[in-house]
């Protein structure tokens, strides 16, 4: 992989990223995105734990197929 290609894969991954942020910052998937049955919440007098286990793992799998779209 030369510098260009390298480039032309940070400018799309920057594309995506800030293209997420802005549907994450309007409010999209504010319901849904938050609460994913198996992520881990733990709440106890005056504390809070939230693990997002599952949502994690989903992004990671859409990223892994975006990145390998772009491979090929």
């Known amino acids: 992989m030369n510098g260009q290609d ?3 894969i ?3 991954v920057g594309t995506l990223v800030i ?3 802005v549907l ?9 995105l938050r ?6 919440h733990y709440e106890k007098s005056g504390m ?3 693990f997002p286990i ?4 989903l992004v990671s799998i859409v990223l892994s197929l975006l990145l390998r779209l772009f491979r090929k």
Do not use: E, N
Not at 24 to 32: D, E, P
Not at 54 to 57: E, F, Q
């Open 35 to 40: 609460r994913l049955p198996g992520d881990i």
């Open 10 to 12: 940070l400018v799309v």
């Open 54 to 57: 599952v949502t994690c793992l």
């Open 6 to 8: 390298a480039g032309k």
């Open 24 to 32: 994450l910052w309007s409010g999209f998937g504010k319901g849904w």
């Open 48 to 50: 809070s734990f939230h």
């Open 19 to 21: 293209l997420a942020g």
